[in-house]
């Protein structure tokens, strides 16, 4: 079946620092990869997506880019900010339902 | 655009009551909407797939007369608890897709607290 596994947290950074969140995948056939972001007390935002090998998904600074050779999709941002602090969800869509990694807390500190 | 409401955000309520939960897409008609539990964190697990005028699909341990889904138009899809107790106090989080094509992305709503007490 389909496996999500994402780094465990929390990741501790000083504002402006590189943020790399390692997600890796198992799946059958050609599923498309989604980073979405949980702030406290709040549902799921999607943050980025792709679609095939290759793509790379960008949204507010963060990227991403499916690497179906090496079975990832490694979150990063070049420089995170305190409002960055949040847990992060890497999943895969395959049999019309998403899979969901375990999720990484971020914490940004000034 | 793509957004989900879901109402109530919070709810606190004794032992033994019903309680529903609505998921609605503001700007979007969704073919799909998904149901979700979320423990302390933990990731999501998925409780149930519902399209518009079928019976939901629910997933393996998921008691489907505990929880009823309804999902009557394209907008709304409803979750009933019922007779809770407080095991079944969690994070509940909707979401919402357009199509039924997997490259298209779930749309979730802001999730509602449940207190069973």
Not at chain 1, 26 to 31: C, E, I, Q, S
Not at chain 2, 81 to 87: D, G, K, M, Q
Request: charged residues 20%; hydrophobic residues 35%.
């Amino acid at each position: 079946g389909n496996s999500v596994t994402q780094m465990e947290g929390p990741v501790t950074l000083s504002e402006e620092a590189f943020l790399t969140i390692n997600c890796t995948y198992t799946a059958t056939g050609y599923p498309s990869l989604f980073w979405y972001v949980q702030y406290p007390g709040e549902g799921l935002q999607l943050l980025l997506k792709a679609t095939k090998a290759d793509d790379k998904g960008s949204n507010k600074g963060f990227e991403a880019t499916y690497r179906k050779e090496t079975t990832s999709f490694h979150l990063e941002k070049g420089s995170v900010q305190v409002s960055d602090s949040a847990v992060y969800f890497c999943a895969l869509s395959g049999y019309s339902t998403l899979t969901f990694g375990k999720g990484t807390m971020l914490l940004v500190s000034p | 655009g793509a957004v989900v409401s879901q109402h109530p955000s919070w709810v606190i309520c004794k032992s033994g009551t019903s309680v529903k939960i609505e998921c609605r897409s503001l700007d979007f008609q969704a073919t799909t909407m998904f149901w979700y539990r979320q423990f302390p964190k933990q990731s999501l697990m998925l409780m149930a797939t519902s399209n518009e005028g079928s019976k939901a699909t629910y997933e393996q341990g998921v008691e489907k007369d505990k929880f009823l889904i309804n999902h009557a138009s394209l907008t709304l899809s409803t979750l009933t608890v019922t007779s809770a107790h407080p095991e079944d106090s969690s994070f509940y989080i909707c979401s919402a897709r357009s199509g039924d094509r997997d490259n298209q992305p779930q749309h979730f709503g802001d999730g509602t607290r449940l207190s069973i007490l």
